[in-house]
């Protein structure tokens, strides 16, 4: 692998040797599958096609300076995809087969996992997919899981740099009683309009409001929102977000070093009195927020002044890619180390 530029790494597709799948037919999963294809061949009626039965998962695995690799949090992932499955009537994959096949797909690309040095990772992207013809809209009665794995850098390509958001009121992501807290395929479809008008505009991301009311702070496009003040970790309970495996594991971390969690709706207005800001996930890892800029009233919160991260949010990243790299020990069962 001499010619990766593994500190260069972007958040993008770089082909790697094997994926792994397993087909759900005649009521039941099969086998873990071995590919070197990076294709799947399908009917012209899926269902995924069609009716958007498509849900997906990211996690990501890292090479410690002790050269082993550590794959973070894999059961919260296998758990989320089970609820997306049956939020949108697919069948449900069993952890044990999610873990084993997330493993296999690491371990068969392990000369991809970037080394410790280049502060990258390896994303892992588990798929399910309805793959039987279908009309009508009704669920399909075969599905495929697949995944695959691709070396990334920072989602945002600033790093753990502040940057701005955009509030853009006339576009939604997801109903409150809809499907924002399944990571299914159709969310990200209704959030492209918007992000590309915001990133046109110079923001990083699309913070979005509540869609009923449009009172109350949802999430960003790829990551969900939080802030602090008064030693308080302050992050948004909403029936339309997507339930964070970063922002779950933050909570705990914030309430390791002293302070208060609150999860609850967050009023726009409120974003006056925040001392710090961020939007955290799997791709996003901690992105502190420089400013939310409401666009159409136009009207700014300003978070960091002299644009750096404030330091409720580096000690949460420090402190998160310390455990995830292997640099401090994993006193909360996060981490599954490869044999
Ligand atoms: N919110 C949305 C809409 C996302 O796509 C993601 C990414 O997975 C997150 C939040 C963060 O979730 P997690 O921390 O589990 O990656
Ligand atoms: C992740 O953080 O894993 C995501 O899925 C966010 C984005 C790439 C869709």
Partial sequence: MDNINWSGLTFGYLKTDYNVRAYYRSGKWGELEISDSEYVPMHIAATCLHYGQEAFEGLKAFRGKDGKIRIFRMRENALRLQSSARGIMMAELPVELFEKAVVESVKRNERFVPPYESGASLYIRPLLIGMS???????????????FVTPVGPYFKEGFKTTPVGIYREYDRAAPHGTGIYKVGGNYAASLAAGEIAHAAGYSAVLYLDAKEKKYIDECGPANFFGIKNNTYITPASS????????????????????NIERRPIPLEELTTLEEAGMCGTAAVI??????????????????KDGKPGTVCTQLYNKLRAIQYGDESDEYGWVTILE
């Avoid at 339930?243 to 302070?259: D, F, H, R, V, W």
């Avoid at 992105?287 to 960091?304: A, H, K, M, N």
């Fill in 133 to 147: 013809a279908q009309v009508g809209v009704k669920p399909a009665q075969e599905y495929l899981f697949v995944v």
């Fill in 240 to 259: 339309s977000i997507l339930p964070s495996i970063t922002n779950k594991s933050l909570i705990q971390l914030a309430e390791s070093m002293g302070m």
């Fill in 287 to 304: 992105s502190p927020i420089q400013r939310v800029d409401d666009v159409e009233r136009g009207q700014s919160y300003v978070f960091s």
